[in-house]
């Protein structure tokens, strides 16, 4: 089956404590990103990846790390987390049509954080 | 800077009808733009996207249409069922590969 999986799916820590979030997708999607959802926010990008050892911030990538080593993993890593990281996070993923556009996303189920 | 505004922010109707939501977008050049479905406790599912060359595009019960001079896309759904209550998200690309969302309509469909 196609999916975009993370885990874990939630997630309660302390502040300062290094947390990852991983995220894998089994399509051989070339593009992949992250972002948190927040109440009255919406959704708002973090880091997305083009392409393996690519990666680019997006609009809130501060206090948040990712790395693209391998093709299907996109993991977020959360070097030293505070209580406004508290958040939902999902990861997605897609093709690429050509180099100024992409496919459409398909998401992961979303990781429910909780930085006390 | 592209922002997305939808309009309502919920909306709820008696099962069998047909409704339309909204969304704008402040820029017009943009790639594409792509309506969700996000249930509670889950992930955004696809429902359709738009090419900014396409004017529409549509899948099964629901229609969406996309006007980039006017900034404006409906997501139509027809004959409305219970099984629709969700929240609705719209999201546009407008190059560097960044997506930015709406903050959704919710719809509520009463049997």
């Known amino acids: 089956e196609a999916q975009v999986t993370q885990n874990p799916r939630y997630l309660i820590t302390v502040t300062g404590k290094k947390l990852t979030v991983t995220c894998s997708q089994n399509?051989?999607?070339?593009?992949m990103s992250w972002y948190r959802q927040d109440p009255g926010l919406g959704l708002r990008q973090i880091y997305y990846s083009m392409n393996v050892e690519v990666t680019d911030k997006g609009d809130v990538p501060e206090g948040y790390k990712v790395s693209r080593k391998e093709k299907r993993n996109f993991p977020l890593i959360l070097e030293s987390p505070s209580p406004n990281q508290t958040s939902l996070y999902f990861c997605?993923?897609?093709?690429?049509?050509?180099?100024?556009?992409?496919?459409?996303?398909?998401f992961g189920p979303g990781t429910r954080l909780t930085v006390l | 800077k592209q922002e997305v505004t939808q309009i309502p922010a919920a909306l709820s109707v008696p099962e069998g009808e047909n409704l339309v939501l909204n969304c704008s977008f402040t820029d017009s050049a943009i790639y594409n733009l792509q309506w969700f479905r996000q249930d509670p406790g889950k992930g955004l599912t696809s429902l359709l996207l738009?090419?900014?060359?396409?004017r529409e595009q549509t899948s099964g019960r629901l229609n969406a249409s996309l006007d980039k001079s006017s900034g404006r896309s409906t997501l139509y759904i027809a004959a409305s069922q219970p099984g629709d209550s969700a929240t609705y998200l719209c999201?546009?690309?407008?190059?560097?590969?960044?997506?930015?969302f709406g903050k959704g309509t919710k719809l509520s469909v009463i049997p």
């Open positions: 999201a546009v690309e407008a190059g560097s590969y960044q997506l930015t």
């Open positions: 399509m051989n999607h070339e593009y």
């Open positions: 738009i090419q900014s060359s396409q």
């Open positions: 997605a993923s897609s093709y690429v049509l050509d180099v100024s556009s992409y496919n459409e996303q398909f």
